[in-house]
């Protein structure tokens, strides 16, 4: 049986929403593991809602927005560029790989390239495999302490 992984993505109400919205119209085919949650602006996604998704059970999660110099909020793509980092800190200290995190730009009428960046996201996690947060709930013994930290 092949492992189908749970994907979740942030999408930005202006372009990658839409990019979504016109593959579905297009009938384009990509993966219906894909979850979205639209939201208004990429930058507007916090790191901790990014954590949260992975404690819920997804094996992998997305931002996507706008092109760099095209928010419509005009700096909202900048400052969730500048939120990777410390998402990548947040994934080591639960013992998380980096890859099943990405942060990707696609404008309202990049259908193909919204298809293309969720099958390569899809392929990616499936190459990784489960998440270890996935199923029970139980968090793994890598992630307690910081799960331990959050809640005091």
């Given amino acids: 049986m092949t492992f189908d992984p749970k994907i979740l993505a942030f999408c930005c109400n202006w372009c990658s929403y839409p990019a979504a919205d016109l593959a579905g119209t297009a009938r384009m085919q990509y993966p219906p593991s894909l979850r979205i949650i639209r939201v208004m602006c990429s930058g507007m996604v916090h790191p901790n809602l990014v954590v949260e998704a992975f404690q819920h059970g997804a094996d992998g999660v997305m931002i996507m927005g706008c092109h760099l110099g095209e928010c419509h909020y005009q700096d909202g793509n900048y400052r969730a ?12 200290a639960l ?8 942060l990707a730009w696609c404008s309202l009428a990049e259908a193909d390239r919204f298809v293309g960046v969720v ?8 190459e990784l495999g489960p998440s270890p947060y996935r199923g029970d709930g139980e968090v793994p013994a890598e992630g307690r302490e910081s799960a331990e930290c959050r809640s005091r």
Avoid: P
């Fill in 81 to 92: 560029q500048d939120r990777v980092a410390v998402i990548e800190e947040m994934l080591d």
């Fill in 95 to 102: 013992g998380l790989e980096q890859e099943r995190f990405r």
């Fill in 119 to 126: 099958r390569s996201m899809t392929d990616t996690v499936r």
